[in-house]
């Protein structure tokens, strides 16, 4: 009986670590980027500071924005290092050693 | 005159008879269970006033958070709110989808305000039920009408930063929605 109820157990705790694990990456499939090169073009008088559509926008674009700089750092040190100094599996996981987030 | 128990056994006899004849058409395959076949205006009529009675009691003690106005609950529900609710509920631009064209009764649109696309509430705290109702929709979703219960697969938390999304939705223009739907390399895909 216990050894039934131990196996159920295992069993029903898998399935509900599924029925739970719906992480917004699952959504992820057609990432698309914010165009935030359309703030520019929106009508400035009618904005507000203090609305939070616009402040969402704002963090929205300085988190990308900020990404986007950390990302091209990234490939720049890959390029500066250079095939030749050492070899490519080395380096790629002293990078990972490096870049931890 | 007749008496009591005359009256009775033509009530048990009626009973009987509507039993037997609701169960004849229900087995005889004669409705039309088509969504493109409309119901009767009584039936939709009732099976609204069902829907919106039974929402109105069972969503009436959820607490509304405080910051549901917040920039950041606005970013993390317009994503989700892209990805699962645009392509029946529609976004700024687009006024159709093969989604609300072919289910019945159609989705609203939920780019229109409140009361352009659903039912008032009472008068004073008309916004505070809507807000409500959002809510438990979404947790919940509604049995035999193509709207899903989120709520075995989403946190409380997610839901009701989706709500948020929904109070602003209707002022967005197509290029505000963009930015603050795009997931793009913040979310999702740079998690350490």
């Known amino acids: 009986m216990k050894t039934l109820l131990t196996h159920l157990s295992i069993v ?3 399935l509900s670590g599924h029925a739970y694990a719906h992480d917004p990456s699952e959504h992820n499939e057609k990432k698309e980027n914010p165009k935030c090169e359309k703030m520019k073009s929106m009508d400035h008088s009618k904005m507000n500071s203090d609305d939070p559509v616009m402040q969402a926008m704002m963090k929205k674009c300085m988190m990308e924005k900020s ?8 490939d720049e040190n890959q390029s500066e290092a ?3 100094e050492e070899p490519a599996e080395d380096k790629a996981e002293d990078e990972h050693a490096d870049h931890q987030h | 005159m007749p008496s009591l128990s005359a009256f009775l056994k033509s009530l048990i006899l009626l009973t009987v008879f509507a039993f037997i004849g609701g169960g004849l058409f229900l087995y005889s395959g004669f409705y ?9 205006p009584v039936t939709y009529w009732a099976l609204e006033t069902l829907r919106e009675r039974s929402i109105a009691r069972v969503a009436k003690n959820i607490d509304v958070p405080a910051d549901l106005d917040s920039s950041d609950r606005l970013l993390a529900g317009g994503a989700d709110y892209n990805d699962m609710c645009a392509g029946c509920h529609l976004k700024p631009g687009k006024l159709e989808s093969d989604f609300t064209i072919g289910l019945y009764p159609s989705p609203p649109n939920l780019n229109l305000p409140e ?3 659903a039912h008032s509430h009472g008068p004073s705290d008309s916004n505070t039920n809507a807000i409500k109702r ?6 919940h979703g509604i049995k035999a009408s193509g709207m899903p219960a989120w709520g075995p697969t989403h946190s409380d938390e997610r839901i009701w930063n989706m709500v948020a999304f929904l109070q602003r939705l209707p002022t967005l223009s197509k290029d505000q929605y963009q ?3 795009a997931r793009g390399d913040v979310e999702g895909t740079h998690e350490h």
């Open chain 2, 32 to 40: 039309p269970i088509g969504a493109d076949t409309p119901h009767h």
């Open chain 2, 115 to 117: 009361d352009e696309h």
């Open chain 1, 82 to 84: 250079g095939p030749e």
């Open chain 2, 179 to 181: 930015i603050l739907t």
């Open chain 1, 12 to 14: 029903l705790i898998i």
């Open chain 2, 134 to 139: 959002q809510f438990w929709i979404i947790k």
């Open chain 1, 67 to 74: 990404m986007m700089e950390k990302s091209m750092h990234h």
